[in-house]
């Protein structure tokens, strides 16, 4: 099933892509809306990376065509591309020895030109860049003595660094702690409430893309199987069918979006059946010495 295409800045009109013969996505379009943080979620190896790296240009559709401000992506040269749109991919290898401040002013680069030399607003957007993703303090060291989730705030420093009006991240909570997905996710929220950016994600967790995300894409097989609001889409039936997973969906109490449970299996049921009887029993046995 393909989505229905609308006029946005970003989207795909029946693309096919994949990686040399093989197909991963087939006659598939999809409209990130403008000013959404939209999450792409489904299983491993449905077409949800091959999909952003479709939109963000690192990959070519062998057919079809991804429109960027009306335009076929394919059509601008590489740095208005990168003025318009931020990609952090799934993996990234920096330089060797470079510091974690040179790496983060990268970003700048869509914005240079031949004799336009590093300016103070390059400058603010590096410091605020590094700021917002906690690392000011990691400036001086090289990026090759970081941590896995050091290193991965450091790369969404450097996108952030290039100020575009649309980011694409691809599994940014990588190597990241609890505390520090949610941190980064709170970040992202804000620049997309604050700051009017339109975000497309992809993450693995369906509770972290309910939370986060307002617009939801739902892949599986290298289609799109559902999209819209998480209310809309996260549904029991749905994470079955996609994943492959029996659940209950409630209300979380913190943010009223869809939260899912697991189903228990039947011999931790059965468990929690049987401690709540021996429970029972027990308060009724003392019920009764009481008495």
Not at 42 to 69: E, Q
Not at 107 to 119: A, E, N, T
Not at 172 to 192: G, R, S, V
Request: with cysteine; proline share 4%; glycine share 8%.
């Amino acid at each position: 099933m393909s989505s229905t295409t609308q006029e946005t800045r970003l989207s795909a009109h029946e693309v096919t892509i994949g990686y040399d013969k093989r197909v991963i996505s087939a006659d598939l379009s999809v409209s990130i809306p403008d000013g959404a943080f939209t999450v792409i979620v489904g299983p491993n190896a449905c077409g949800k990376s091959t999909l952003l790296r479709a939109l963000s240009r690192l990959l070519t559709p062998s057919s079809g065509s991804v429109l960027l401000d009306g335009k076929a992506i394919s059509s601008y040269p590489a740095k208005e591309v990168a003025r318009r749109l931020g990609l952090l991919p799934q993996t990234s290898i920096a330089p060797e020895g470079i510091s974690v401040s040179d790496l983060v002013a990268r970003g700048r680069y869509p914005h240079q030109k031949l004799l336009r030399q590093w300016s103070r607003a390059d400058e603010e957007a590096v410091v605020e860049a590094m700021a917002a993703t906690g690392v000011s303090e990691l400036s001086g060291r090289t990026v090759d003595e970081l941590s896995g989730g050091q290193r991965q705030r450091v790369w969404v420093a450097m996108v952030l660094a290039q100020r575009t009006p649309l980011l694409l991240l691809d599994e940014p909570t990588t190597f990241l702690d609890i505390a520090h997905q949610i941190e980064l996710l709170e970040l992202f929220a804000d620049l997309n409430h604050s700051g009017g950016q339109t975000l497309v994600a992809v993450l693995h967790d369906l509770n972290h893309a309910c939370r986060y995300g307002d617009h939801l894409i739902a892949m599986k097989d290298g289609a799109v199987v559902a999209e819209g609001k998480p209310e809309q889409v996260i549904t029991s039936e749905l994470v079955e069918h996609v994943f492959g997973l029996r659940c209950r969906i409630i209300e979380d109490p913190e943010s009223g979006t869809p939260l899912v449970i697991p189903r228990a299996r039947e011999r931790e049921r059965r468990g929690v059946d049987t401690l709540r009887q021996e429970t029972s029993g027990a308060i009724e046995a003392a019920r009764k010495e009481l008495l």
